[in-house]
């Protein structure tokens, strides 16, 4: 314990709980209570009503409820599976090959997801890649800004999976491929959880590269939510961003529960 | 389980001969294994006979287990042959081996019950299901964890896992078993123990060749028919157990083998027809066992401390005498510290007469020739 004085410790949970609920729980009150306002222009709303959530549940919604879902799975489990053969490729290559590779893998992350969006309009645009249009390009640009992610929570498992278990495995008779389905990819799950619930939960608030590539029919939540605000209706714009929260949140305690239940914590 | 039910284990002898290890020899041709330009292990030549315990014991960074995972197969020598049996290993994979490793941290898979641990190898193998049942039931039972066989590593106490790591090492019926520093992580006392029950497990399993790599020389001393002694990537000796320890080839294996005291002597009288040598030491004569020293050679007379006696008797007819410095109890034994012409004399003793002296005190030391050995001066390898 850092502070033992009973006021010192005082001070620092006040301290806590201004700086979690301003920044944190204050813009997602706020959010929640846009969504549930008949009319909002004093300091609290005038009254409340679920008119929005039945006006966006009745229109487009689900569609974009739908598409979010798909995108945020299908591109997750692409860079869960790239992720984690490149983490398990590069662990076995030299130090300088590993950093610069592992570098390269991060470069999409530190790019605007604009560019990346344009990128891949730019690159796609033209036969014989031409993904204009298509869900395809939406799930790609989904899975270059998503996929150092992965990478990056399975090369930090891996680092710290002792390599005495494979070692083990491997002088008891274990060939490479029982020895990764038995052995690491088990004892990885917790990391490939871990990377699947991030990656997902990244995916479901994607905007500025969906924005960019996709094609009518194919609007997922954050696009739905910016084209709602961008026309003034504030409050169906709050009313789906609660669903996109509420669906990411179902997702992520459903990941945690199975990962709680495969190492029996 | 307590460390009572640990000796108690009558079980181990129960079943252990079904599981009848067939042990090959390892031979190291000239292995050495370099990182870059940077040599851990310098050629080595060494053979285990098969049914052997080799102990491999040296400090950290000694090469002990590179050459451990050289035979292994998770490092590629640079140089040199390794065989087992009649097979060339070298450029085989881990898993074609045939072999049982036993690591430190146990390295049990903590999602499989203690049952699938022990039937890993097999399945991995593609063993039939009904050999693998009871090779796993024999298996468990030959370390004491039959009962144990459905619980998962996390219940299981330090001692615990690494029986089940010796049973999973054991099911697959290696032709050499390798323990790379098996009891490191258990307390003084489960190790104790623990060595004691390694030891019963070889005398059930004859035939099993271990290459046994540790940094505790009573664990080497306990188990093993042969040591190697490892300094800086180097064996800088090789023999069976009893010689090496009452015979030590040089200085260094003289004090990493248990502790010894070495008194600068001049070689007064080589050996003669009963392999004894005179020496001295000052002005004082000895008497000590020798190999082919001659009049003249400057040597080291090495004697153990639990050799060393207060009190003289018609074996103990060499004498030095030192000024006490220090005396430490430590209840089996007690430890006196004495300085014998600027060189300490360690004694350690389980008897004592009642009244010790007091430090600054001269007190004769008396000790058998046969308990003695002659080390070149210069062999300080």
């Known amino acids: 314990m850092l502070v033992w004085s009973r006021s010192g410790r005082l ?38 009503t679920t008119e929005h959530y039945t006006d966006v549940i009745r229109g487009s919604a689900w569609n974009s409820v739908k598409a979010s879902l798909i995108t945020g799975f299908l591109a997750s489990a692409l860079a869960l599976v790239s992720g984690t053969w490149a983490a398990l490729s590069l662990r076995l ?30 690159a796609f645009s033209h036969p014989p890649l031409l993904l204009n249009g298509t ?115 179902v997702l992520l305690l459903g990941l945690e529960r199975v990962t709680a239940r495969a190492t029996g914590s | 389980m307590s460390a009572a039910a640990f000796t108690g284990a009558s079980v181990m002898d129960i079943d252990a001969a079904k599981i009848r290890g067939v042990g090959s020899n390892v031979h190291f041709d000239k292995v050495s294994v370099a990182y870059g330009a940077h040599v851990v ?60 490793m036993v690591v430190q941290n146990y390295a049990l898979f903590p999602h499989m019950r203690v049952e699938d641990n022990v039937a890993f190898g097999l399945r991995a193998q593609g063993a039939d299901k009904a050999l ?75 035939g099993l060749t271990i290459l046994y790599v540790t940094h505790d020389q009573t664990e080497a001393l306990t188990l093993a028919d042969k040591i190697a002694i490892m300094r800086d990537g180097r064996v800088c000796s090789h023999g069976p157990t009893t010689e090496l320890y009452r015979r030590p080839p040089n200085r260094f294996t003289a004090e990493f083998l248990g502790r010894a005291n070495l008194l600068p002597v001049t070689i007064a009288e080589g050996v003669g027809s009963k392999g004894f040598a005179t020496a001295r030491h000052g002005d004082v004569i000895l008497t000590s066992a020798g190999r082919d020293e001659k009049a003249g050679d400057k040597s080291l007379l090495c004697i ?31 430890h006196l510290v004495l300085d014998v012409d600027g060189t300490p004399v360690r004694v350690s003793a389980t008897k004592l007469p009642m009244a010790l002296p007091e430090p600054g005190v001269k007190v004769p030391l008396y000790f058998a020739p046969a308990d003695t050995s002659l080390l070149p001066e210069d062999a300080g390898v």
């Not at chain 1, 930090?156 to 389905?181: H, I, N, T």
Request: proline fraction near 6%; charge should be positive.
């Open chain 1, 135 to 249: 869900v395809a390009i939406v799930m790609i640009a989904h899975f270059v800004l998503i996929s150092a992610f992965t990478f990056g929570n399975v090369s930090a498992g891996l680092a710290r999976l002792s390599p005495d278990f494979e070692q083990v495995a491997s002088s008891l008779g274990a060939r490479p491929a029982y020895r990764l389905w038995h052995v690491t990819l088990p004892l990885l799950a917790p990391y490939l959880v871990a990377a699947f619930g991030l990656s997902f939960a990244l995916s479901m608030g994607e905007l500025g590269a969906t924005v960019m590539v996709y094609p009518p029919g194919w609007v997922t939540l954050p696009v739905s939510i910016f084209s709602l605000t961008d026309r003034g209706d504030i409050f169906a714009g709050a009313a789906l961003t609660m669903i996109l929260v509420a669906a990411t949140l």
């Open chain 2, 304 to 334: 153990r401390p639990q050799h060393l006696s207060l009190t003289a008797d018609s074996e103990h007819t060499n004498r030095i005498v030192g000024t006490l410095r220090e005396v430490h109890w430590q209840g089996e034994l007690t």
């Open chain 1, 93 to 122: 290559q030299g130090h300088a090959l590993k950093r610069l590779l592992g570098l390269l893998f991060f470069i999409p992350s530190a790019v605007p997801s604009v560019s990346v969006g344009l990128g891949l309009l730019v």
């Open chain 1, 11 to 48: 001070v620092l949970w006040l301290l806590f709980a201004l700086i979690f609920g301003v920044l944190f729980l204050a813009p997602l009150a706020v959010i929640l209570l846009s969504s549930l306002s008949d009319q909002w222009n004093g300091v609290l709303p005038n009254g409340l």
């Open chain 2, 41 to 100: 292990l310098h050629p080595l030549t060494l053979d285990i006979a098969p049914g052997e315990i080799l102990a491999m014991i040296g400090p950290s960074g000694s090469g002990k287990t590179t050459a451990l995972r050289a035979v292994a197969g998770f490092v590629r020598p640079a140089s040199g042959r390794i065989r087992i049996g009649a097979t060339d290993v070298t450029d085989l994979p881990p898993y074609e081996r045939g072999l049982g």
């Open chain 2, 132 to 206: 693998i049942g009871e090779r796993v039931k024999d298996a468990l039972a030959t370390v004491g964890m039959a009962t144990f066989a459905r619980r998962y590593p996390r219940e299981l106490s330090g001692g615990q896992q690494q029986r089940v790591a010796i049973a999973r090492a054991l099911a697959v019926r290696p032709r050499v078993l390798l323990l790379d520093e098996p009891l490191s992580a258990l307390d003084a006392q489960i190790r104790r123990n623990m060595v004691e029950e390694i030891a019963r497990l070889h005398r059930s399993l004859p």
